[in-house]
Structure formats: C-alpha cells, structure tokens
C-alpha cells in the first residue's frame, strides 16, 4: 500500500469523507467490475458497488492496514454481491433472455462495431456465469478478471485453498459445459458470437 | 491450466487429450472461455460515481442526525409526559382528598378548644375555691417560702463551683 493511501485510509478514519471518495475514485472500476459480473445488471452493480463503499467506510475501524486495501474492498463487494443473490434470487443475465440479453455494456466502444461486440462478449460472459453458485461465480471472477491466487480468494470469500481449487475446478467444467451447448443451441446470435470466439482462439 | 502441473503431468495430460475427445472438446471450451473473459470490455461505472458515493454518504448522515435527533426529543417529550402525569395524578389525589382533608384540620382544631374549655371549667372553680379557703398571710408565706428556697438553692449552686475551681487549680 502506499504512503498516500495509508494517509486517505488514516484521514477517512478521523472522518474525511472526501479522503474516502479518493479511494473511491480509484476503485470504482474494480469494484463496479465485480458487481456488474457478479449480478449481471449496471443497475444492480451500481447499488451494490455504492453500497460496498459504504459499508468499507463504515467498517474502516476494522481494517488491518497490513492487507491490501484492494483485497479488503473486493472481498466486501464479492460478499455484498453474494449476500444480494442469495437474498433476492437475482437472475443473472442469460443469453436465453431476449429481454436484457444484449443489456448494453456501461462503457460502450468508440465504433458501432466495437460496441455491438462489446455487447454480445458481456452477454456471453453472463451466459456463462449464469449457471455457477454465487460462491463459484465469485471465484471465478477474482480468478479470471483480477489474477487472485489461490490464497487470495480463500482469504477473500473466507474459503480454504482446497476448496478454492475444487470450487474452480467444477465451475471451469460447468462453464465448458455451458459453452458447449451454447454453441450447439439454434438461437442465431448466440451461436453466431460463440463461434466468433472460438474462431478467435483457433487463430491464435 | 494452472500451471500446477510439471513436466510429467503435462505430457501425461496431452497424451490423454490425442486419445479422448470428449476431454478434448472441454479442454478446448475452457480454452475458448478463457479468451472470452479476456478480451471482453471491462465494465466501468457512469461518470460522477464517488460524487454519487458521497451524496448517499452525506443523505445517510442526515437521516441518522435526523434519527438522533427525533430519538432525543422523543425521549425527552416522553420524560416529560411521565413527569406531568405523575405530578397531575398526586396533585389530582391532594385536590381530591381537599375537603375531607379541611374538615379533619376543622375537627381537630375544634376538638382541642372544646378540650382545651373543659380542662379550663374544671381548674377555674378549684383555683376559685381555693383562694376563698387559703387566707393572703398563707399566700404571702408561700411565695416567701418558695422564694427564698430559690435563693438558697442558687446561693449554694454558684458556691459549690466556685469551691469545685479551687480545688482543680
């Protein structure tokens, strides 16, 4: 942690409100990312990213400053993400759901082509997220989208390394599974976008 | 896939992805996965998302001061409450027990005068009956009497402590 993010830490302890909003400002990608993944929705991201902060702010008396201030506020917005799905059953977005399916993106490409693009990877990604439990989801994401370790998403989700490991094991194979049969199901967009990716991949 | 295996492992597992295709096609879907999340945009919140945090910051403080200060004046409305209530309730028990409180005060005032005639009818004749027997030489001879008894008595008092003085110095 730096110098500078010990002292906004130190200052919004004693109160700062707009020391906190500097951390904020830093992390609102991050964290917003989680959420977004994790719920499926900017609507429901955003709530549940404003309401990570909050509650980080409000619990700031129980933070070690020995642990990362990233791997705290990401283990507060995975848990809140967790907590919302289990409450609320909130479905995440499916690709067999024409309604939200192709939900535009919050930060849209520059090119129409890039934004179309853009917006069919976000609904692939929910589609295939969607079938994963809220813990395996969450793991899933802190392992793919922001590199945690092992260590790092059992200290965060309040797991054991060996249960990490078979979590992400069976998730990974739920999710080839999942990709499978999407490109195998008749709807025209999603076949047509699946095969672009693995297309992609077989270029590589 | 996570670079968990060695060498050996590796081969191992390549050697079984040739044979079984089924192992195959998932290898390949986790493959393709991987991509996928990869190179899919990253979310980013609309603008304005801390000034956002900190307006939900400053409404959530406003409500609990708010919180605090119905709770305060709650509290205090409802002492006050208790209190009038208890002081009404006695002072309601004293203005209803008033008159009969009045007529015991009017009895017992009127019980001592009559108490206070009848003892006075009764020492008023024997004093008068009693001046009538004694005759003024034996009323002077005890007022003498009892006055010079008094005298000594005092004579006698002030000579012993100045006798007591004496003997401690």
Same mark, same amino acid.
């Given at each position: 942690?730096?110098?500078?993010?010990?002292?906004?830490?130190?200052?919004?302890?004693?109160?700062?409100?707009?020391?906190?909003?500097?951390?904020?400002?830093?992390?609102?990608?991050?964290?917003?990312?989680?959420?977004?993944?994790?719920?499926?929705?900017?609507?429901?991201?955003?709530?549940?990213?404003?309401?990570?902060?909050?509650?980080?702010?409000?619990?700031?008396?129980?933070?070690?400053?020995?642990?990362?201030?990233?791997?705290?506020?990401?283990?507060?917005?995975?848990?809140?993400?967790?907590?919302?799905?289990?409450?609320?059953?909130?479905?995440?977005?499916?690709?067999?759901?024409?309604?939200?399916?192709?939900?535009?993106?919050?930060?849209?490409?520059?090119?129409?082509?890039?934004?179309?693009?853009?917006?069919?990877?976000?609904?692939?990604?929910?589609?295939?997220?969607?079938?994963?439990?809220?813990?395996?989801?969450?793991?899933?994401?802190?392992?793919?989208?922001?590199?945690?370790?092992?260590?790092?998403?059992?200290?965060?989700?309040?797991?054991?390394?060996?249960?990490?490991?078979?979590?992400?094991?069976?998730?990974?194979?739920?999710?080839?599974?999942?990709?499978?049969?999407?490109?195998?199901?008749?709807?025209?967009?999603?076949?047509?976008?699946?095969?672009?990716?693995?297309?992609?991949?077989?270029?590589? | 896939?996570?670079?968990?295996?060695?060498?050996?492992?590796?081969?191992?597992?390549?050697?079984?992805?040739?044979?079984?295709?089924?192992?195959?096609?998932?290898?390949?879907?986790?493959?393709?996965?991987?991509?996928?999340?990869?190179?899919?945009?990253?979310?980013?919140?609309?603008?304005?998302?801390?000034?956002?945090?900190?307006?939900?910051?400053?409404?959530?403080?406003?409500?609990?001061?708010?919180?605090?200060?119905?709770?305060?004046?709650?509290? !205090?409305?409802?002492?006050?409450?208790?209190? !009038?209530?208890?002081?009404?309730?006695?002072?309601?028990?004293?203005?209803?027990?008033?008159?009969?409180?009045?007529?015991?005060?009017?009895?017992?005032?009127?019980?001592?005068?009559?108490?206070?005639?009848?003892?006075?009818?009764?020492?008023?004749?024997?004093?008068?009956?009693?001046?009538?027997?004694?005759?003024?030489?034996?009323?002077? !001879?005890?007022?003498?009497?009892?006055?010079?008894?008094?005298?000594?008595?005092?004579?006698?008092?002030?000579?012993?402590?100045?006798?007591?003085?004496? !003997?401690?110095?």
């Amino acid at each position: 942690m730096c110098e500078t993010e010990s002292q906004l830490i130190a200052e919004a302890k004693a109160g700062d409100k707009e020391a906190f909003s500097i951390l904020v400002e830093k992390y609102q990608k991050p964290v917003f990312s989680v959420c977004y993944r994790m719920l499926g929705t900017p609507t429901a991201a955003e709530d549940a990213a404003q309401e990570a902060f909050i509650r980080a702010y409000q619990a700031l008396d129980r933070y070690d400053p020995e642990r990362s201030f990233a791997t705290w506020i990401l283990s507060i917005a995975s848990n809140y993400s967790i907590d919302q799905l289990r409450k609320n059953k909130v479905t995440i977005l499916s690709m067999d759901n024409d309604k939200h399916a192709w939900l535009a993106p919050p930060d849209p490409g520059p090119s129409p082509e890039k934004a179309a693009l853009d917006k069919e990877k976000n609904a692939l990604v929910q589609a295939v997220l969607a079938d994963l439990n809220e813990t395996d989801r969450a793991a899933v994401i802190l392992q793919y989208w922001h590199d945690y370790s092992y260590e790092e998403i059992a200290e965060t989700l309040d797991l054991s390394s060996s249960a990490v490991k078979s979590r992400l094991f069976r998730a990974r194979k739920l999710m080839a599974e999942k990709w499978q049969e999407m490109q195998l199901i008749s709807a025209p967009k999603v076949n047509s976008a699946a095969k672009r990716i693995a297309h992609e991949t077989s270029t590589i | 896939m996570d670079e968990e295996l060695n060498q050996e492992q590796q081969r191992e597992l390549h050697g079984h992805l040739k044979q079984c295709s089924q192992c195959q096609a998932l290898f390949k879907a986790s493959h393709q996965i991987a991509h996928l999340f990869k190179t899919a945009p990253e979310p980013a919140p609309a603008a304005g998302f801390s000034v956002r945090w900190l307006e939900q910051i400053d409404n959530m403080e406003k409500r609990k001061n708010r919180v605090i200060l119905v709770s305060t004046l709650g509290a !205090i409305s409802l002492a006050t409450l208790i209190l !009038i209530s208890t002081v009404g309730l006695e002072l309601r028990s004293v203005v209803g027990n008033f008159p009969q409180m009045m007529f015991e005060l009017v009895t017992l005032i009127t019980n001592w005068v009559v108490f206070l005639n009848q003892v006075s009818d009764i020492i008023t004749p024997l004093f008068r009956v009693g001046a009538k027997l004694l005759s003024p030489v034996w009323l002077y !001879i005890t007022v003498f009497g009892l006055s010079g008894i008094t005298a000594a008595w005092t004579i006698a008092f002030y000579r012993s402590r100045e006798m007591q003085k004496e !003997i401690s110095s």
